[in-house]
């Protein structure tokens, strides 16, 4: 298992957002840290994550259906494998 960071482009998403009183989400990037076996399991992990920050942090209606457009609005930018776990 290997620690992923995971840099989201946010451009689609950012505006809404912050209209929803998502104060925290005003970059056009957004950063996740995951443990994953591989690159695609740390996407697809990092993308879920991402979405439970969101919702965790602003949980009205409006924040809601942003979060549900995220697999189509939100775009990988960069990932980089950061360090491999023992185990």
Excluded: H, W
Excluded at 9 to 25: D, F, H, I, P, S
Excluded at 65 to 78: A, C, G, W
């Amino acid at each position: 298992i290997m620690i992923y960071k995971v840099d989201f482009n946010m451009e689609k998403v950012r505006q809404k957002l912050v209209k929803a009183n998502a104060t925290g989400y005003t970059n056009n990037i957004a950063v996740v840290f995951v443990d994953a076996e591989d690159p695609d399991g740390a996407c697809n992990q990092g993308l879920d994550e991402l979405k439970a920050r969101v919702l965790d942090s602003y949980g009205n209606a409006a924040v809601i259906d942003i979060v549900e457009t995220f697999d189509t609005e939100v775009s990988i930018k960069k990932i980089r494998q950061i360090k491999f776990l023992p185990g």
